[in-house]
């Protein structure tokens, strides 16, 4: 009895689960249709890419970034460099669509040296998301907290697992891909940025 209690318990977890992922999807999926919600002011540009709603920002709507700073995964400190872009992704080990872009990340951090590439955690442990750097040879440092992420205010908020920022050479956000990043995708938006 305990048993079959315990399994229907899961099983409307699991739908629980499904419903709120589903409502979440379709709010991405209305903001990428050429409207901008609130937190996306200035945006101009909206689409999806592969599986991840891009949001990109003009030169003169771009909102700045937090200092990017504290704590790696590996335990040494980190602070962002200026003058230099950033690629900002934030994942977790659970996260399906972030195992699946890891390599892709990993690709495009050897390919562009001259942008900073950094991960954030968030609802995860430690130890999973060791064995996830590992798992995946990710040589691009990860901040252990998310801290970081209710700084951003009213610029462009990490809205779903993963999310990844495109950050110019400024410390402003000109892009955001909700959702999980493709090579060319990613590529033309550093491209973008690096041309600017």
């Known amino acids: ?6 399994i229907m318990l899961s099983m409307l ?3 629980l689960l499904l419903s ?3 409502l979440d999807s379709s709010s991405d999926s209305s903001s990428s249709s050429g409207s901008p919600n609130g937190d996306e002011v200035g945006a101009v540009l909206s689409y999806i890419e592969g599986n991840g709603a891009v949001t990109k920002v003009p030169i003169g709507s771009r909102k700045a970034t937090p200092d990017l700073s504290g704590t790696l995964i590996d335990g040494s400190e980190y602070r962002m460099e200026v003058g230099k872009p950033i690629v900002l992704n ?3 080990s659970w996260c399906s669509p972030c195992r699946a872009e890891a ?5 495009l951090s050897e390919k562009y040296p001259q942008v ?6 968030t609802r995860d442990n430690l130890t999973a998301a060791r064995s996830f750097i590992d798992r995946f040879k990710l040589t691009f440092p990860s901040l252990r907290s998310d801290d970081v992420l209710l700084e951003f205010n009213d610029a462009m908020i990490a809205n779903a697992i993963p999310t990844t920022l495109v950050i110019d050479k400024d410390g402003l956000i000109a892009a ?3 959702g999980e990043v493709t090579f060319t995708g990613l590529s033309g938006l550093i491209d973008e940025v690096l041309g600017e």
């Not at 009895?1 to 315990?6: F, G, I």
């Not at 390599?103 to 690709?107: D, E, G, N, S, Y």
């Not at 900073?116 to 955690?121: A, C, I, S």
């Open 20 to 22: 709120l992922s589903f």
């Open 1 to 6: 009895m305990r048993k079959r209690l315990l």
């Open 176 to 178: 955001r891909i909700g």
């Open 13 to 15: 977890i699991a739908l």
């Open 103 to 107: 390599p892709t990340l990993q690709a």
């Open 90 to 92: 934030v994942w977790a």
């Open 116 to 121: 900073q590439f950094l991960g954030v955690l």
